[in-house]
């Protein structure tokens, strides 16, 4: 049973850092890992994504030179680091892995391959 559990998060002022961690338990390849985030009043977004195989990291471009995607095979846990956050990346940040995806460039969060945790509040304000 593969479950992708978070952690981290929280709230923090405008210009501030935050970081979430989601570990994997259960056995399961996955090619394509990465966040996606709900902001109030919005449909959920990738965020950033990798292909575990190395390579390939993709990123919103509202996130570009501010969140920064890490994966530690041995630990099995994805890691999302964000600086300087401001109050629009307010919103529940979800991890997802695929074990089919092809390409983190074109992966959505409608994939029906997806795991989801549970997801973490980020608040900025």
């Known amino acids: 049973h593969v479950q992708l559990v978070e952690s981290g998060g929280g709230s923090v002022q405008p210009g501030g850092t935050l970081s979430v961690s989601c570990a994997a338990s259960?056995?399961?390849?996955?090619?394509?890992m990465g966040w996606f985030r709900q902001i109030p009043g919005k449909e959920r977004e990738g965020v950033a994504a990798l292909w575990t195989g190395g390579g390939k990291i993709v990123y919103a471009d509202s996130v570009k030179g501010r969140l920064t995607i890490a994966r530690d095979e041995s630990k099995k846990t994805l890691y999302l680091e964000m600086t300087n956050l401001q109050t629009d990346d307010t919103g529940t940040y979800y991890c997802a892995a695929d074990p089919n995806c092809e390409d983190p460039g074109a992966w959505y969060d409608d994939d029906e391959d997806n795991y989801w945790g549970q997801g973490t509040q980020v608040t900025v304000s």
């Open positions: 259960g056995w399961a390849h996955f090619s394509c």
